[in-house]
């Protein structure tokens, strides 16, 4: 029996900006699309083909708004966007209806509960080498207002040690890697910060693969200047907007809202849109709550991915199994990776049904370490096993 608390779904929507509209009859999908994000109705003359989105069904529609295509197309911030974010706020979004249960009902059929296939996902992985990936807001630490305060708990700092003993493991984040690190503690670890863009390997030597090699990889390196100079006019430009909160990320930049009065988003975006406008090597997309600027080059958390894989060895091995867990856009570039390799799987965390390319999900962080624990115990278990029987 599938049920869920009502205002923790709106607050999540609403966090995630996923509009759920009456009024529209049309749906649509960012399938197939580079970086999905949020695809409007109001942009239809530029949006890219609409294709139908099988599991929405009935009256109710997912909208979808793709900021990234307006940026690129040097557009004005869409009004669309501010709309879909308030109108998805627990203040004013409309009542979940028993239709909205019933496609929640369908989504999670169609991405069911990781821990609920557990069996089934272990089994896919016989005789393969599981690798696991991990993005870290959202997934590993919950959503708070204070990016600086997104501490992960003790517990789950030790279900991440754990896993690293029996799985190599990456940290696969838009933050700055120096400061995951600070988080995550962990020296076992690889990490990926700026979306991919800072690789690094472990401090702590862990080999799991005689053709591993020292990994440090910063694809994005020469916009290093360029980035701390949009990172100061954004500051400056953004200062008279309360509760904006520009990061400095690295090889990226995230212009925060969570905390802006909703009636100033329109013009907070207009600002940052400006910005970015005036810098062609540089463009846009949304995160929860949170505009990330980055260098327009072809990596993303997918890429990295699969450069880690090079890194453990790994680059043409059928016999690996990869696991990406993540909750934001900007993870779907990796659970996409997978879905083209055919190989292991994507987990969404996530609370509501969300337009996703991972075939799994889990609901909120804690279920996350419940899932790293249980792999955890699994592996010592199959590992006793195979002991006792030679
Ligand atoms: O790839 P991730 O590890 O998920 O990082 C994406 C962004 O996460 C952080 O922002 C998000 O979490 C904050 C703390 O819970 C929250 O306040 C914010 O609204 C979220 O968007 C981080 O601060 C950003 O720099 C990352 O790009």
Redesign the pocket.
């Known amino acids: 029996m599938v049920s869920f608390n009502i205002e923790a779904e709106r607050e999540n929507m609403a966090?995630q900006n996923v509009l759920i509209v009456d009024a529209f009859n049309l749906t649509l999908s960012t399938e197939g699309l580079p970086n999905p994000s949020i695809y409007s109705i109001a942009s239809q003359q530029k949006r890219p083909p609409v294709v139908p989105c099988g599991g929405y069904t009935n009256k109710k529609k997912i909208m979808l708004q793709n900021l990234e295509t307006n940026a690129a197309a040097g557009a004005r911030p869409n009004n669309c966007w501010v709309e879909s974010i308030r109108a998805s706020s627990p203040t004013h979004m409309k009542s979940i209806t028993p239709s909205l249960l019933e496609e929640k009902r369908a989504w999670i059929i169609r991405h069911p509960s990781a821990l609920d296939m557990f069996h089934e996902i272990t089994e896919a992985s016989k005789g393969k080498q599981i690798v696991m990936f991990l993005?870290?807001?959202?997934?590993l630490?919950?959503?708070?207002?204070?990016?600086d305060r997104?501490f992960m708990s003790g517990k789950m700092r030790r279900a991440v040690r754990q896993l690293a003993k029996y799985f190599p493991t990456a940290i696969?984040?838009?933050?700055c890697r120096d400061k995951?690190y600070d988080f995550v503690k962990l020296a076992e670890l690889y990490y990926a910060g700026s979306?991919g863009m800072d690789i690094k390997g472990p401090t702590k030597g862990l080999k799991y693969n005689q053709k591993s090699k020292v990994v440090n990889f910063q694809p994005a390196s020469e916009f290093l200047p360029l980035i701390d100079k949009v990172y100061k006019v954004l500051v400056e430009k953004t200062k008279s907007t309360p509760g904006a909160r520009v990061?400095n990320?690295k090889f990226?930049i995230?212009v925060?809202f969570?905390c802006v009065d909703e009636k100033k988003w329109n013009d907070l975006a207009q600002k940052v849109k400006e910005v970015v406008n005036e810098y062609p090597q540089l463009n846009w997309r949304q995160?929860?709550?949170?505009m990330?600027i980055r260098p327009k080059i072809e990596w993303d958390k997918g890429k990295a991915l699969e450069f880690l894989l090079e890194c453990l060895g790994f680059a043409d091995c059928s016999s690996v199994f990869p696991v990406y867990i993540?909750?934001?856009t900007?993870?779907e570039d990796a659970f996409k990776i997978l879905r083209k390799r055919g190989q292991g799987f994507g987990i969404l965390v996530s609370k509501f049904p969300k337009k996703t390319s991972a075939s799994y999900s889990l609901r909120e962080p804690d279920e996350v370490m419940d899932f790293l624990q249980k792999l955890v115990r699994w592996k010592r278990d199959s590992a006793h096993t195979t002991k006792s029987k030679v």
């Open positions: 966090s993005d870290y807001d959202g997934t630490s919950p959503i708070v207002e204070n990016p997104a696969v984040t838009g933050r995951v979306h990061e990320n990226c995230s925060h969570r995160g929860r709550m949170v990330e993540g909750d934001d900007t993870d």
